[in-house]
C-alpha cells in the first residue's frame, strides 16, 4: 500500500503570495491532519479533516486555512505569506479519529518564504 | 491544556549501548495516548512505540521499550543495542481519546556514536 504523499516537496515564496500544498492519504485513510514544523516554535498542529469535515483547529491565524475532497485528499492554503511561515509542514492520515488511531506521515512539504 | 516537556535537547550513546530518552507530560484526561515519534534527517516522522493510558504493562517493539509511570506522568524510551540507523530526532507526543491533534514535545536529538 503506498504511503502518504505530499507534492510539493519543496518551495519558495516571496512574502504577501499565496501557496496550497497537497497531500494524499493512505487508501482508505479518511482521516488528515496537518502539522507545522518550526525550529523556534517546533511541531504544532493546525488541523484534521474527516469526511470533508474540519474536525479540530489549531491555534493558527485566519491565513491558514484547509479543506478536504470526497477521496479524502486534503489541501491546506496560506494566504499573505510571512516570514515566519517558513517551515516544513507535515500531513499524517489515519483511518479513523481518535487517539487509537495511529497516524502515518508523509515526506512533508518544506517552504522557504523570501 | 495539555503539555509534553522532553529535558534532553540532545543526548548520545556508543553503538551497542543502552539509552534512555524522558518524556513528561500533564493532563488532567484519564483516557489518553502516548506516543514516540522517530524523524531521520530524511525528515520522515515514524511511529516507534505507543502506550494506551488504560494498559499498565509497559509496551514494547523489538529493541524499543517505554517505561511508563501513569502517576508521575513520566513516559520514558529506552532503546538497546543501540544501533546507527537510531540516530534521530526523537519525540514524545500525547494525543487525547476524544481529541484528534497530537501535542508534541521539543524533541531529543539521539546521537550514536561508532
Known amino acids: 500500500k503506498a504511503g502518504v504523499t505530499q507534492t510539493p516537496r519543496y518551495l519558495i515564496k516571496t512574502r504577501g503570495q499565496q501557496v496550497t500544498l497537497s497531500c494524499s492519504p493512505i487508501?482508505?485513510?479518511?482521516?488528515v491532519s496537518w502539522y507545522q514544523q518550526t525550529p523556534g516554535q517546533g511541531l504544532q498542529f493546525l488541523f484534521e479533516?474527516?469526511?470533508?469535515?474540519?474536525?479540530n483547529k489549531g491555534n493558527f491565524p485566519g491565513r491558514f486555512s484547509g479543506r478536504q475532497f470526497s477521496n479524502s485528499r486534503s489541501e491546506m492554503n496560506v494566504s499573505t505569506l510571512e516570514l515566519g511561515d517558513s517551515a516544513l509542514y507535515l500531513c499524517?492520515?489515519?483511518?479513523?479519529?481518535?487517539?487509537?488511531?495511529?497516524?502515518?506521515f508523509g515526506p512533508g512539504t518544506r517552504l522557504t518564504v523570501l | 491544556a495539555q503539555t509534553v516537556t522532553q529535558s534532553q535537547p540532545e543526548m548520545s550513546v556508543q553503538e551497542a549501548e543502552t539509552v534512555t530518552l524522558s518524556c513528561t507530560y500533564d493532563?488532567?484526561?484519564?483516557?489518553?495516548?502516548l506516543f514516540w515519534y522517530k524523524q531521520p534527517p530524511s525528515r520522515q516522522m515514524i511511529l516507534v512505540i505507543r502506550?494506551?493510558?488504560?494498559k499498565q504493562q509497559n509496551a514494547t517493539e523489538n529493541r524499543f521499550s517505554v517505561n511508563f509511570q501513569k502517576a508521575a506522568k513520566s513516559f520514558s524510551l529506552k532503546i538497546s543495542d543501540s544501533q546507527l540507523g537510531d540516530a534521530a530526532m526523537y519525540f514524545c507526543?500525547?494525543?487525547?481519546?476524544?481529541?484528534?491533534?497530537?501535542?508534541w514535545g521539543a524533541g531529543t536529538k539521539l546521537i550514536i556514536k561508532p
Open positions: 507526543a500525547y494525543r487525547s481519546g476524544s481529541n484528534y491533534q497530537l501535542i
Open positions: 487508501s482508505g485513510h479518511r482521516s
Open positions: 502506550q494506551e493510558a488504560y
Open positions: 499524517a492520515s489515519s483511518s479513523g479519529t481518535g487517539g487509537s488511531h495511529e497516524q502515518f
Open positions: 479533516y474527516f469526511s470533508e469535515t474540519q474536525r
Open positions: 493532563t488532567s484526561e484519564s483516557d489518553y495516548y
